[in-house]
């Protein structure tokens, strides 16, 4: 006799015998399935991909990978690409402060991030191949350094009235008010207190270079400033902000660290800036050493600062034309911070930014061309 066989999920077999009383043998035939599996095609585990770090790129805050496949492989129907940052040069380690960023579906064999703010030195990447059937094994992975200038606001010797969060800051009127409730709430509860605890002592972050300024040195008065927390005394840098277009005042700039508490961007020679005015009268102008250049130009709503310190440029451009706004040529004695002023508003920072190539060509143009939009000191 002969059974009729029905293939089931998982490949289990569903006998249905027909047979008799009488029957002593029993045949199974699986042609049928066996000619179904014969026509099964079956797709191999892809190799892993090899990273071209000569044609990966690193530049204007974006990362573009190249990678290529060590054999031909026409069943790869897409590639994942994981990345994390760290501050760690070499082989990625095991175990990192910042998790493995995932991107799939991509169809080619490159890949560029962009709009990165390089916090940290380098990052890391790794990348897998991808069939309908199965992904293969990730390759070896890279290291890429990302060079950025990556400072924050000093929020110890800013001016009272300046509320900062990390890279915001916003002009606060009662600022300076409830310092002075709280300091006064804990004169009345004893003078017992620990001198750590003193609201006239503030302890820097360890991750903070000092700027050789203390807390009971804010700038005060009319000085409505806020410094960055990172020195500049060599090679160039670039850094953002944008705005409150509605703000009464607004400067960027640069400054000493020797700058008084009671200075004003602009006004001594140890600050260089440009300054918009909208109280009274609107004015729009770059300062230094108390002498003022009106700007004819657009104001835009955030301004991009370059700043060469050996050479001795400063220069500010409009963020979305790139447009240069004006530029300072003079000799620094000492190092500078990025300085702010707000009054009656606020802006935001960004910092971890790579100096963009469009302003590094216009630096080399009218590095070797004089401007009207250039002053010397």
């Known amino acids: ?59 204007d805050n ?28 070499g082989p990625p380690r095991l175990k990192e402060d910042h998790p493995w960023m995932v991107i799939e579906g991509i169809k080619q064999t490159e890949y560029t991030l962009s ?3 390089f916090d ?19 390759s070896e992975p890279v290291t890429l350094e990302t060079p950025a200038f990556m400072f924050r ?16 800051v916003e002009w606060d009127a009662m600022g300076g008010k409830v310092q002075e409730i709280k300091a006064k709430e804990k004169e009345n509860k004893g003078r017992t207190a620990s001198p750590v605890n003193s609201p006239a002592r503030c302890v820097s972050s360890p991750k903070r270079m000092p700027t050789g300024r203390s807390g009971r040195d804010r700038f005060t008065a009319e000085s409505y400033t806020v410094l960055g927390d990172t020195l500049i005394d060599g090679g160039d840098y670039y850094w953002e902000v944008q705005y409150d277009r509605d703000s009464k005042a607004f400067a960027v700039g640069v400054a000493y660290r020797t700058l008084g508490k009671f200075d004003q961007l602009g006004k001594t020679p140890a600050s260089w ?11 729009f102008s770059a300062k230094h050493n108390n002498k003022s250049k009106i700007l004819d130009v657009p104001v835009p709503d955030s301004i991009g600062v370059y700043c060469n310190f050996p050479e001795g440029h ?24 990025p300085a702010f002023m707000v009054w009656c508003g606020n802006f935001q920072v960004s910092s971890g930014l790579q100096i963009p190539s469009a302003v590094r060509c216009l630096q080399k143009r009218h590095s070797t061309s004089s401007s009207s939009s250039v002053s010397t000191t």
């Open 120 to 138: 940290m030195k380098y990052m890391n990447f790794r990348v897998k191949a991808c069939n309908k059937a199965v992904a293969g094994e990730f």
């Open 153 to 168: 606001l000093d929020a110890s010797t800013c001016h009272q009235n300046l509320k900062v969060e990390g890279l915001n």
């Open 314 to 337: 400063l220069s500010f451009y409009n963020t979305k034309t790139k447009q240069l706004l004006h530029s300072f040529r003079t000799r620094f004695t000492q190092p500078v911070l």
């Open 1 to 59: 006799a002969f059974v009729s066989v029905t293939m089931a999920p998982a490949f289990r077999l569903s006998l249905k015998a027909k047979v008799s009383d009488n029957m002593s043998h029993l045949m199974v035939d699986f042609a049928q399935e066996r000619h179904l599996i014969q026509g099964l095609k079956f797709l191999p585990v892809p190799s892993a991909p090899e990273i071209d770090m000569s044609d990966s790129l690193v530049a």
């Open 115 to 117: 709009g990165q703010r």
């Open 62 to 89: 974006c990362v573009t990978l190249v990678w290529r496949m060590p054999d031909e492989d026409s069943k790869i129907d897409h590639y994942i690409l994981e990345y994390r940052k760290t501050n760690f040069e």
């Open 273 to 283: 800036c440009l300054h918009l005015n909208n109280w009274l009268q609107v004015s």
